[in-house]
């Protein structure tokens, strides 16, 4: 079931020191010590990128006396405080719940990035559902933000908390519809697969592909900021109308880590539209990502444990650099859409989810459908704008660039040589079976 | 079999054969999805909801009715369909009929009671329709996963439908006490149904007899843990059933959801509910017992039989007993409703004895489904007359309800000077549910307690089910004249609020709906027969 | 022992402890809580047992979603913010004695079983299961076959003209019918009736 | 999962399935008896799922699990719908103050 890649090299390099289960659990143990760092860090990052952006849009130059002239040691030195502040709870509060809620919150959005894959090797758990597990997770951290508003003993937080369940619960829907356009043309939820198949030349992005996955972006955007609940959609947590909303009643370290996790799932729906539609850790550049993730690979000049590929460990630095580039740069515009547009009202974030957002992701998920059956009747199997087929595409990232893990998941048929006669299937059968070998990694494409 | 072929088998099978056998369910689909654009775009403003759901139904009846010719003729096989999870035949195919007719009676009576104003209108009628398609799916289901979709199918939208009117305070606790205990019964039916399947590895109800055969092999006793896991199972299986028939002690939610409710649909649900439930029940207790002839039976089956027979005693005591100390009309015929469940719950308990009869008993494989059938046989009658008399009841329950805003019994005191039609015909309602002769009620009790007598011959314990049935009927003349003598001999107290139902519709629609009761002597013979047809397709 | 039985141990007990937890408690919100985290560890079984997609599902759908309604439910009903309702000595007694009977039963009936006889008696006369086993450790793509009611775990090695093995294409679809008569029940009983005069709009009406 | 009985997970989902019918039985609060019934469908789930596991159930158990799921959440919507009827007429949640309806 799980393949923890980025733990099972480690592992084997343990191997002869101690049992391997023991081994495994360390390794996964390291990786997820690895995970955290980079949970805590993002939030240290971006809360000082925050105040920032926020001070120059503003016409004012934000945080300059902690670390010099770009005020680098802002967030540290927020933490120091938070740490300091002494941890109050309201006498009205159910103290049990009250003291849970954060770290339900934090662990959901947390939990997300266990299988999101920073680079083609590097995910912690390589699942087959992966997208469908992150989403799953995602809605999770609704649960600590609803119970920490109603546990606080106070209307303001019990209000903030109820509007962030209805905002979550109604946010989610167009958000799974979202991600699940570009899977359409990917054929698979293994969120390293569909990462793989981005590689090359930009045109390959799932935002290229065709003219529904391109506006299924700006939708997913737009619902991924009001799940995180940012503004312009933080009415959860709205000072002009509920104090603090959820968090009024919290204070020190506890507050934080609604923070941290409010920071961490922004860098993680930017990390999956990241993945779905702006490429993964590809360049966009062919004769970039050519050398670097296929040639590199290979490269072993010998350093290092037995197993250990001394290339493909760098490849996939450079890949996660370039994968984190790009979510920094989505939830920079996060933040710009944050001190630029002004606050919804409830009712009217609502209507957004509901009335609109919702029926036009269902239209493009259906004009995502129909994409490819259209294509195929027209022209062959051509289902995209650029000259290479994504059928062979596919095909073609699956031969040469990815690794034994992704071998067929189930045989589905054994087509191997074999020409597949259309004279005498129905026509249904017939699109069934193309959009089935074009949306199917693990085919092997039919020879037209 | 490559992919491909595999593709186009299960197409093909799909668009020419499953799509045309679930016609009568994709049409009242159709009709929700209309019901609902309807509104959407403001029709309904034009054509009102109900006649949309009208027009909707009589499609699907006449689809049903042209499938039972077919079926008749022989040019429409019956058979699974969608890859064995529902299964076509005669028995199916009655069932849908009964429950569409119903249901266009039933959309009459809103209509002419109304019940659902216009701008609620589309939410009752797409409740109602989308509880009849589970039944729909429930009278043919043919694997696990279908039973308890088609039961959720059916439960979730009465539990709305009870609390449908939603400002009264009663309405709105017989929901809540409907939908906690309903949901309480389903969880405990699909725990029984995981354990089965798990045990027999497989859903599909026919393997599920065959399975059964070969798991426990020789052992026929509860020494074997496996047969007792299976009991186990099997009986949370029947909890769940219960809930839905009422059967004591799974019946109390059945008086305060019907008095809750309106009794429009307090009607719905006593007739409906309990003739799909009944279909299912049969397809469960023929999916243990298997329909394979010379399948060896095992006395674990007589041994269920005659639990059923027993649950169906004391439920038909319980329910008049009961029934002795209601003030409330539709309570009374709540408890009514109860007993009947019990009565016709005895023709089920017969065919179990029947079909799974001790060799001794001198019954031959051919004689044993030949009876079986035949108590099948008095179960349809019976449900198709009890369709008219309950309605008709319910009905005038309704009617005189818009007139007098009561549902007390002693508020009905001498309200047969005022509307003798109404009581005239209600008269006929509960002589027929009592069952004297000349109603058709008798006919339908007859049939019931012959196949009990038959039953008996096999094990003596049916006697004693025979015999409480039969001092039953006796118990029940009370209560039931009870009214009849408010409504005829009581004098009006002065002050009370006056009726008067002439012959308008409403008036029609209840003469329409009782006279069956004194005519179908007149067609028993065609009746039976059809019912006959039915029942013998189930062994097949 | 190795990993996997810890993990079971891990996540059975959690299942079971936030289970009688939920059952304990009296403070409904706490049930709650702690139902989510029986219903979380049980998905983390579900992953356990290689049904990944039953439990993602697990979570999308009950954790987040179910729960969530609960939780929702709880706010918009209870008066005070930490409402309990507790139950009478009568009634605890009485549902102790009824946990102690199933569980009882439980030992009596499934926990004798011999399952390795009984899955092999069944594995022996199922002639379609051992054609074509589901020998990988992914579910999402065989799932989503028989959802289209076409199972080529089962009948891709059956010979041509067998009856097909089950597929789900019927119940997938009408669920979605289900849900959408449901939908309607809830939203029909949650909203608050609109104003609008009955005789103006029974006029309309031809 | 090796080294691990069928007996075992059966035995979770029957405490999951003993606490939810303890919870219907004992619980005043109606989202409680609510909290109850979804204990009880974990429970089969989970005896669904792991029956695919270890018999020949195979893929049909967690099929089956994924539309109980399902079925669940479209009851549990209106279950809640209901009870949030209940308490706009009555002003409490309290199933033991449901009695107006006895006889």
Known sequence: MMTTLAASTLAEFMNGYVSPELALMLAALFHAGVLLLVFAHAALIFIWLERKVSGRIQDRLGPTRCGGRFGWAQGLADGIKLIQKEDLIPRDADAFLFRLAPYLACIASFGGFMVLPFAADWVAVNLDTGLFLLFAILSLEVLGIVLAGYSSGSKWSLFGGMREAAQMVSYEIPLAICGLIPIVAAGTLNLTDVGQMQVGHFGNWFLFHDPFTFF?????????????????????????????GFHTEYSGMRWSYFFMAEYASMLLVSGVATLLFLGGWSTGLPFIDQPIFVDLKSWNPGIGPEGFVLGSYISNLIGMSVFLLKSSFLVFVQIWVRWTFPRLRIDQVMTTCLKYLVPMSCFLFLGATMWPLLMAMGKGQKTTIWPQPLGDRTVQVHEHVLHPINEPKIQIADRGEQTVDFSETPVIAKEAILTEAMHSPSEQGIQP | MTFEVLLNQVIGETLTVSICRFGPELIVSATILVLLLNRLFGIDRWVAPYWTT?????????????????????????????????????FTVFLRIFLLLFLILVTVLTVLSGIPDLEDGPDFYTLLLGSTIGMMIMSGANHLLMLFIGIEMTSVPSYAMVGFLKGRRQSSEAALKYVVYGAGAAGVMLYGISLIAGMLGTGDMPLIAERIGQLTGTASNF????????????????????????????????????????????????????????????????????????????????????????????????????????????????YSTIAHAGYMLMAVAAMMVLLNAPSGAGLTSFERQELAAKSIEGLLFYLVVYLFMNLGAFAIVALIRNEIYSEEISDYKGLARQTPVLCVCMVICLVSLIGIPPMAGFFGKLFVFASVFQSAKVHWAMWVVFLVGAINTVFSLYYYLQVLKTMFLDERPEGARTIDIPLNPSGWYVIFVTAPLLLLILCTEQLTQTARTVAAGLFL | MNGGQVLFGIFALLTCGGAVAVALTQNVVRMAFWLIVSLGSASGLFFLLNADFVGATQLLIYVGGTVVLLIFGVMLTTSGPLLKIPSSPGELIQSAVVGVLFISMFFFTVWSVDWEHVANTARVHDSTTDTVALQNDTTGRPIGMAFLGVRPDRDLGAAEGQPLSTGYFLPFEIVSMHLLVVLIGAAYLARAKRQITTAESRSEVV | MEGVDLKLFLLVGAVLFVCGVICMTSKRNGIGVLIG?????????????????????????????????????????????????????????????????RG
Not at chain 2, 223 to 245: C, D, N, Q, W, Y
Not at chain 2, 285 to 309: D, N, Q, R
Not at chain 4, 79 to 96: G, K, P, R, S
């Open chain 2, 223 to 334: 020494e074997s843990p496996l047969v007792r896991t299976l009991m186990l199972a099997i009986v949370m299986v029947f909890v769940g059933l219960s809930f839905k028939l009422s059967l004591v002690p799974f019946h109390f939610w059945c008086p305060d959801a019907f008095e809750g409710a309106s009794a429009e649909v307090a009607g719905y649900l006593s007739v409906a509910s309990k003739a799909a439930a009944f279909g299912l029940l049969i397809r469960f207790c023929l999916a243990l017992t298997g329909t394979i002839e010379g399948a060896a039976s095992s006395p674990i089956y007589l041994f269920l039989g005659l639990a059923i027979g027993f649950v169906a005693m004391v439920t038909a005591t319980f329910g008049n007993l009961a029934a002795y100390a209601q003030t409330n009309v539709k309570r009374l015929l709540a």
């Open chain 1, 216 to 244: 299924a972006f700006f939708v997913y955007f737009t619902v991924a900021t009001a799940g995180c609940k940012r503004a312009p959609f933080d009415l959860a947590e709205a000072e002009s109308e509920l104090v603090g």
């Open chain 2, 54 to 90: 009208l027009i909707g139904c009589m499609i699907a009846l006449g689809y049903a009715t042209n499938q039972y010719l077919l079926l008749q003729q022989g040019t429409l096989p019956a058979g699974e369909y969608f890859t064995g999870l529902m299964m076509f035949d005669g």
């Open chain 4, 37 to 101: 019934v979804e204990l009880v469908l974990n429970a089969a789930n989970l005896n669904f799922v792991a029956f695919s596991r270890y018999t020949p159930l195979g893929l049909d158990g967690q099929i089956m699990a994924l539309f109980v799921i399902v079925l669940a959440a479209a009851e549990a919507a209106v279950a809640l719908a209901i009870a949030l009827n209940f308490y706009n007429n009555h002003l409490t949640i309290d199933v033991d103050r449901a009695d107006e309806l």
